[in-house]
């Protein structure tokens, strides 16, 4: 039976333990990245939610005050070009 070398056992034995290594951390930070990415994705929403709200609100108080606004697309550069 032919030996191998013992710098080629600990090539080896420490690519195994990369591999091994790299195995538990990937196991370990998977969870922690899918909840970073949940959190960061559920903070969106809430800042959409509250920025559809305050777009309301402010809708809201422009029809209260009677300062209606149409939207810029019905709106004109020039009252000329309305015809």
Known sequence: ???????EW????????HRDIREELVGVLEPLEFALVRRIANQALHAEEW???SEAEAEYD????????LGS?????????CG
Do not use: S, Y
């Not at 039976?1 to 710098?7: E, G, I, S």
């Open 1 to 7: 039976m032919v030996q191998k070398p013992r710098k």
């Open 10 to 17: 600990c090539h080896l034995f420490r690519a195994g333990l």
């Open 62 to 69: 422009r029809v209260a005050e009677g300062d209606e606004d």
């Open 51 to 53: 920025l559809a709200e």
């Open 73 to 81: 697309e019905t709106r004109c550069a020039l009252p000329c070009q």
